[in-house]
């Protein structure tokens, strides 16, 4: 865990008179399982939404896997490895199981899409039967408890082969036995899967249990 991922420096993000982050800085080790704390509204999702060249720093430097993104607008090659977890999960509901998967291999790859299809189906089934969801490829979402479209969530995730994750609130609603259970799936993708963890988080349980690094803001700075 040696080269650093992710790196910030002096990151400042202003809305109007708000500050959102001031003079962030900080660094991700590659393969730890980091967690970023806080209270809510401190400025952890927007972190995230940074990182993923979503929104723009108003100040300061962001390098991913090697390359500055903070004034770069066409992200593409870079979004290819990155893999996101949403806090509910944001499964589509009238798309089985299998095509919720399936859409961000649909979306980058359409030309190809029915060329590999095999190919992906046998991926997508490698991916079911080591997140414990072995034979739910035709449910659809609602049928599935929360803890299930949870691991669905990190399948999607986990297809494209991304080199990082980043979770958004991911034991967010789910009761204390599932919450652990996602706290081991998430050390296993790390492990399984050799990806770098990014995870915001106000479980203080799954950053001691699980975190390699933790870092902690608060009214858009840094604590420690």
Known sequence: MGEII???NNVSLKIGDKEILKDVSFN???GSNTFIMGPSGSGKTTILKISAGLIYPTQGNIKILNKDISNIKDLQEIRKNIGFVFQYS???DYLTVLENILLPLKIRNKKDF????????KRVKEILEILD???VENYYPNS???GMQKRVSFARAIISNPEIIFYDEPTSGLDPITSKSIDNLIKDINKK???TNIIVSHDVNSAINIGDHIIFIYKGSILF
């Open 114 to 121: 029915k060329k590999n299809y095999n190919l992906y189906l």
């Open 144 to 146: 599935l408890s929360g």
């Open 193 to 195: 899967f050799n990806i």
């Open 90 to 92: 944001a499964l589509i």
């Open 133 to 135: 969801l072995k034979g």
């Open 6 to 8: 992710l790196e910030f």
């Open 28 to 30: 991700v080790k590659r």
